[in-house]
């Protein structure tokens, strides 16, 4: 009986956490009815031989465009719940059910592929990933963000002084890839877009 109860308060407690998790998420754009973060999953390497679906998903993000940046630097910054946690380790142990649950590595991977379809639409998002490549103390989330600009290419420029900070970074994920960003960045000279390095 006990563990009926504890297996039913579990679920409630689940159930309220994703309750939440929709709450505060940002609203995530659509496109043709499909929610962004559907459209994302078609990228995933496991698809890879769905070339039609991946065409249609790239198309999709270029489509849902600029209104597609709050939910990407959310996604950006995803973090693993201990309630994440426990029900991948819970998925992993058994196969009778299957928790629907995505781990945040997954989410930020997604997120960096639709950085680098959007590439220069989404310099506008550039201050924002400046100040969480400057603030967030999870290095994981600071070497996706470095990741980011770097897709976003010569319209990150204003990331220069803060990449050139995460180059120095004591985390060996965080230096490499704002050492990658700032190749990225500085690849082409703005004014006649050839390369100068």
Not at 73 to 102: E, G
Not at 150 to 164: D, F, S, T, W
Request: aromatic letters at 8%; one cysteine or more; hydrophobic letters at 45%.
């Amino acid at each position: 009986m006990n563990r009926r109860v504890g297996l039913f308060l579990f679920i409630l407690l689940l159930t309220c956490a994703a309750a939440l998790a929709l709450y505060f998420w940002p609203r995530e754009p659509s496109y043709q009815g499909k929610r962004l973060s559907e459209w994302l999953a078609e990228l995933d390497i496991r698809n890879t031989s769905e070339a039609n679906s991946r065409d249609q998903a790239a198309k999709a993000v270029c489509a849902v465009g600029t209104n597609a940046l709050p939910t990407l630097t959310a996604m950006l910054c995803a973090k693993d719940s201990p309630w994440t946690r426990a029900l991948i380790k819970l998925d992993a142990k058994q196969s009778l059910f299957h928790f629907p649950v995505t781990p945040a590595s997954v989410v930020q991977a997604r997120a960096l592929q639709a950085y680098g379809i959007l590439g220069g639409l989404a310099e506008a998002n550039v201050p924002v990933l400046i100040r969480i490549l400057e603030e967030e103390p999870s290095p994981e989330i600071r070497a996706c963000v470095a990741f980011a600009l770097g897709q976003i290419g010569r319209g990150a420029k204003a990331a220069i002084p803060a990449l050139g900070k995460a180059a120095r970074d004591k985390n060996a994920s965080v230096r490499q890839n704002a050492q990658l960003a700032l190749m990225n960045i500085q690849m082409w000279d703005s004014d006649s877009g050839r390369s100068f390095r």
